[in-house]
């Protein structure tokens, strides 16, 4: 370094590595790929992992949990293999599965729309290459998505010039949920069950009046689940001064965002029943998650106003033509 200094010529090479990492971890995505086509030892540094877990976390981390990890990992390994001329695992287009078929993983499910990105790929840049694909909008990653009174599992795809997302759905095919959907209606899945998999609750035994929650529905036994917000209600019989709700076996779940008037306000369920309760009129009900975090409570809370307007408004003129239609034929 002293001899570089002498001759007015400074390297990044040159200086310690301490400092080095100081100054690269300050670098953006962009900036460290420029920096990393300088030689072969920064391209090396530049795209190991330990510069880009930074980027990742902070421009992701609200969105993907562990299970888009396992994913990239899988497809990562899959390219190691050299099993893209598979044709199991991908179609003529080069993408990994189909939006209209079966996906190859049966983990959550991803999709990679070009698994050519992936040719040449190594260990050494995993976040590198993971961080791109999703800037890029080619990997679809498992989240859920906030829609109207429902929260969706879905597969979801980045756009970096509106940023925003786009989602699609399974039920029956994989259906497009929406575009433009902006960063707080996306978040990581709550829990690791796959969509079509009943949550298994470990807070029944404990919940009680006011416990917030969120419940699986689906409206027939072939759909994925749906999760819904609710609050643990008290029974009809109870005296709210000596409440005894959290030791009875039946449970009430109210649905507040529904108005006091309508049917889907409040449901029984049994605690004792460990399964999916509910019939064909009413949808089916599988697994509780209670909810502990102020911060989704609120996101659910603030999504109510709008759509507790419609449905009381719907619910309203659903009324008034039932006593236009008796005085009719009363008439």
């Not at 429902?150 to 699609?168: G, P």
Request: charged letters at 20%.
């Amino acid at each position: 370094m002293e001899k570089n200094m002498k001759n007015g010529l400074v390297s990044l090479l040159d200086l310690p590595e301490p400092t080095l990492d100081l100054i690269l971890k300050c670098f953006s995505p962009n900036e460290l790929c420029t920096v990393s086509e300088v030689c072969v030892s920064l391209k090396d540094k530049c795209q190991s992992d330990h510069f880009w877990e930074h980027h990742i976390k902070h421009k992701w981390g609200r969105v993907i949990g562990d299970a888009v990890y396992k994913e990239w990992e899988w497809h990562i390994t899959i390219a190691k293999e050299g099993s893209f001329l598979n044709q199991n695992t991908n179609n003529q287009t080069g993408s990994m599965g189909t939006f209209t078929g079966v996906w190859p993983n049966l983990y959550l499910g991803s999709y990679l729309e070009d698994c050519k990105v992936l040719n040449g790929q190594r260990p050494n840049n995993f976040l590198m290459s993971l961080y791109f694909s999703l800037e890029s909008g080619r990997f679809w990653f498992p989240a859920q998505v906030y829609k109207g009174l429902m929260l969706h599992n879905a597969l979801v795809s980045y756009d970096s010039e509106s940023n925003t997302f786009q989602a699609r759905y399974q039920t029956g095919g994989w259906r497009c949920l929406g575009r433009n959907i902006e960063w707080d209606m996306v978040r990581v899945p709550s829990v690791d069950s796959p969509p079509y998999v009943m949550h298994v609750s470990d807070c029944l035994d404990n919940l009680k009046p006011e416990d917030h929650i969120e419940i699986q529905w689906r409206g027939n036994t072939h759909c994925p689940y749906d999760w819904w917000y609710a609050v643990i209600g008290h029974l009809d019989s109870c005296n709210k001064n000596n409440c005894q709700c959290h030791w009875s076996d039946t449970l009430i779940v109210e649905f507040r965002q529904y108005p006091e008037i309508s049917s889907m306000r409040r449901i029984r369920l049994s605690r004792k029943n460990t399964g999916e309760q509910g019939d064909p009129r009413s949808g089916y009900y599988g697994g509780i998650r209670k909810l502990h975090n102020e911060d989704e409570i609120e996101k659910w809370k603030k999504l109510f106003p709008s759509q507790v307007q419609v449905h009381a408004t719907w619910t309203l003129l659903v009324t008034i033509l039932h006593i236009l239609s008796f005085n009719v034929s009363f008439l």
